[in-house]
């Protein structure tokens, strides 16, 4: 019963986390969020040591129900295995110009969170790079290379997912000119 509660806690926060970061990032309907992910951390192990599927498929449904409700798309990050490829719906991919490649994601190449997306999201394929709206990063997977410019740190009002540290960011359009640009239509 125990382990039960502690599940659907983490269920709980990862759906928090993204609303967060949807809602402070200001992503909009259609937007790509990525999703890094140890289970081992989660679980308090060291990051590739310690993977477990169930626990990846409870973050993957939560973060898939997440960005269904606010209408965003979600990109899970493979581990180094597979070089940081993302897990991704064939259509959202085709949508951003996103070639797949050849793989499938498991346990031991991938890791858990993506095998298990993989197995959740309807019509998936795996694609080398992305560029995202925003991200969040459950254990320190280190998501960055997969995110737009400009990234734009948001510190969650839980600072943790289970035993793993939590990072986000949105991005931003970049800022280019001098000391006689406008940014917006007042300036």
Known sequence: MKEVLRMHKIAEQVEQAIDFLIEQGHIPEGGLIVLGCSTSEINGGAIGKAGSPEMGGIVAAAALSAC?????????????????????????????????????????????????????IPGPVVVEAIQAEAGLDIGDTFIGMHLRPVAVPLRPPEPSIGQAHLTMAYTRPKYIGGPRARYTLGD
């Open 68 to 120: 269904a409700r606010h209408g965003a798309e979600l990109a899970v990050q493979c581990c180094e295995h597979l070089n940081r490829a993302l897990v991704l719906s064939a259509a959202a991919a085709a949508r951003r110009g996103y070639p797949p490649v050849s793989a499938v994601p498991h346990c031991h190449a991938g890791g858990s969170c993506a095998a298990e997306a993989y197995r959740l």
